[in-house]
């Protein structure tokens, strides 16, 4: 099972508490973008929100990293979107911009003035922006942080040429979706509106310069590791001086993360895992909620958790499917529907629709990996066979 920290334990029962966490995570990037409307009950919503732990705006976790929330908070975004200053001087590198609220550059402003004072006062507070992944909560406040880096340079060296940062971001496939579970992707317009003495281009004159795999920022240590699954951009970054990685979404805090790609997902999970024994990494810095002390323990209930979903999933394809109605001489069959009406037979109906979202994933996955194979139908109302009961057991076994 998946394990969540203390403040997270409270009145709601385990089983209530894990599901629950799915539900919101997996609303999380649905919503705030769009009029989608919310799947959680108020009660249970209010109730989540009060146990999450309670995370100070500015706080340092150690000689290298300042942790500054984004002022976002909400049933989507837990406490808000983290954002973090690496490097023990000036200048810092910046992750990711959070959504663009003004209470953010407040914050950020007041961080870099006195949690993350500059020792260098010739040299600008940021010189690099990472960017962990396309999501607007993570992008959105990228103008009003260039501005406030800008003023910042201004009011300490008027006489001085500004070096504005350089941004980076995993580049993404020019024919991947620019909506996904709902949210717009507003970063190509949020770049191509900024002006063009904001932030320093590549050598190839691009606004963003290119992240890869591997790649590893000197000064800091910091470095890449491509992590798709979540989103296929998503990136986790190690910061070796701390013995921690930085996951952005890929691994929350609180809860469990919403993923667009199962497959590629655990993949990634278990790429941080073998990550945690070559490079060495204790502790998880998320995109949103606490630190986590126990990272590779954590990670290890993610995949657990997915594996024990795909294992009930299996179970229900392998029981006698309900009968089709009036209909006629098809055999009845399963489908993404029937298949989350029993699996969430004993919980409120206005949660089976996100639930089927995730039994959509899985099922993807399992076709993926030859176990299931779609018959007929669409969307929720897709059919599905087991295609052959040996090759699905261990998975299934391991379960009972
Ligand atoms: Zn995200």
Not at 37 to 42: D, H, L, V, W
Not at 63 to 88: A, C, E, M, S, W
Not at 311 to 330: C, E, F, H, M, Y
Not at 356 to 364: C, E, N, Q, Y
Request: glycine residues 6%; aromatic residues 6%; charged residues 20%.
């Amino acid at each position: 099972m998946l394990r969540f920290s203390p403040a997270l334990t409270g009145s709601l029962s385990r089983r209530l508490r894990d599901h629950m966490s799915n539900i919101v995570s997996s609303a999380r990037i649905h919503s705030p973008h769009s009029n989608t409307t919310s799947f959680i009950t108020t009660d249970l919503e209010r109730s989540i929100m009060d146990q999450l732990e309670v995370l100070p705006s500015v706080s340092r976790l150690s000689d290298h990293v300042v942790r500054v929330l984004g002022q976002n908070p909400g049933k989507f975004t837990l406490q808000g979107t983290n954002t973090y200053l690496i490097g023990k001087q000036n200048p810092y590198i910046l992750i990711d911009t959070a959504e663009g609220r003004d209470e953010y550059i407040s914050v950020l402003d007041s961080a870099l003035r006195e949690t993350a004072k500059p020792s260098n006062p010739n040299e600008p507070d940021v010189s690099d922006i990472i960017i962990s992944h396309w999501h607007p909560d993570h992008v959105g406040g990228l103008p009003s942080v260039l501005s406030l880096l800008r003023r910042l340079w201004d009011e300490r060296n008027p006489s001085l040429p500004f070096k504005p940062p350089r941004l980076h971001k995993l580049p993404q496939n020019s024919d991947e979706p620019v909506i996904a579970f709902g949210a717009t992707n507003t970063l190509p317009s949020i770049i191509s509106s900024l002006p063009a003495n904001a932030f320093t281009p590549s050598p190839s004159g691009n606004p963003l310069h290119d992240l890869h795999d591997f790649q590893t920022f000197a000064a800091s240590g910091l470095r890449v590791l491509h992590t798709p699954g979540h989103t296929s951009d998503s990136i986790c970054l190690h910061v070796p001086q701390d013995r921690a990685l930085y996951t952005a979404d890929t691994v929350l805090g609180q809860g469990t993360a919403v993923f667009e790609d199962l497959s590629a997902y655990l993949k990634s999970l278990n790429r941080m895992l073998n990550f945690s024994e070559g490079e060495g990494y204790t502790s998880l810095y998320p995109g949103h909620g606490p630190v986590i002390p126990k990272g590779k323990e954590m990670i290890s209930g993610y995949i657990q958790h997915r594996l024990e979903r795909e294992a009930q999933i299996l179970k229900v394809l392998n029981s006698p499917p309900p009968r089709n109605g009036d209909s006629d001489d098809a055999p009845p069959r399963w489908t993404t529907w029937t298949i989350v009406t029993t699996m969430y037979a004993a919980y409120p109906e206005s949660l089976w629709l996100p639930a089927a979202h995730s039994v959509d994933l899985h099922l993807k996955k399992l076709q993926e990996d030859k176990v299931v194979r779609r018959v007929s139908g669409e969307l929720q109302h897709t059919s599905w066979e087991v295609i052959d009961i040996l090759s699905s057991s261990p998975v299934d076994r391991k379960s009972n």
